[in-house]
């Protein structure tokens, strides 16, 4: 079975040898993957909703991995003992609920060694909240699947510097290692600054804004940084 870029670049992220939680499993097939890879000792697989559950449930039973991973409904890391969860992944879910799980499990993340996340927006939100949380970004990856691009980051327990605001937005390792896609993904970023300009600029008051001011700056930066400035 292909699992798909996206969540092939995710697992490419989660060390060899660990004990992983991935939260909103749906059918589990990110822990699937996972132990098909022989890169974990053991995963639980999470959601909140009972079907998303039994779907995970058929899926580890149609391959075999009962043994492995453990299948339990709940609200986020809930049901998870912090030795349980070595490395934390949260995909395919919003910026602010991805936020959300994380400070609501604070207690479960007592332990974790890694955080390995995808959001489906907002990065700019959880860049901060990570930063802000003595969480560091150590790896940035782009995959593109479906016509829209995915950023996949993972994060240890460190303290790091502020960032140039507009790498809350790019993300300070993709625009260090400049990836396969790279430009194509800061234009679609460039091209959402366009539309906001575009739409403020039926507005007098909108154009004098503080808000327009920011939002034209960064879409300076993204230019320039897309041409490697």
Known sequence: MSFGVRLETIASLVPVGVAVVDVGTDHAYLPVLLAQQQ???????????????????????????GGVISVRQGNGL????????EVVAIAGMGGKTIINILEQGAEQLEQ??????????????????????????????????????????????????????????????LAAERPD????????????????????????AAQESARYREFAERKLRLEEIIHGN
């Open 181 to 204: 896609g790279f430009v194509d993904y800061v234009q679609t970023l460039l091209h959402k600054y366009q539309g906001l300009l575009n739409s403020m600029n039926h507005s007098v």
């Open 39 to 65: 890169k974990i000792r053991q995963a639980v697989a999470t959601d909140i909703a009972a079907g998303p559950c039994q779907a995970a449930e058929n899926t580890v039973a149609q391959y075999g991995l």
């Open 78 to 85: 809930a049901q998870v003992a912090p030795a349980e969860a």
């Open 112 to 173: 974790t060694t890694r955080l390995v996340l995808q959001p489906m927006n907002g990065e700019r939100e959880l860049r901060h909240w990570l930063q802000e949380h003595k969480w560091k970004i150590v790896e940035e990856r782009l995959a593109y699947e479906a016509n829209r691009f995915y950023v996949v980051m993972a994060a240890v327990p460190g303290v790091e510097q502020p960032y140039e605001d507009i790498y809350y937005e790019v993300g300070p390792r």
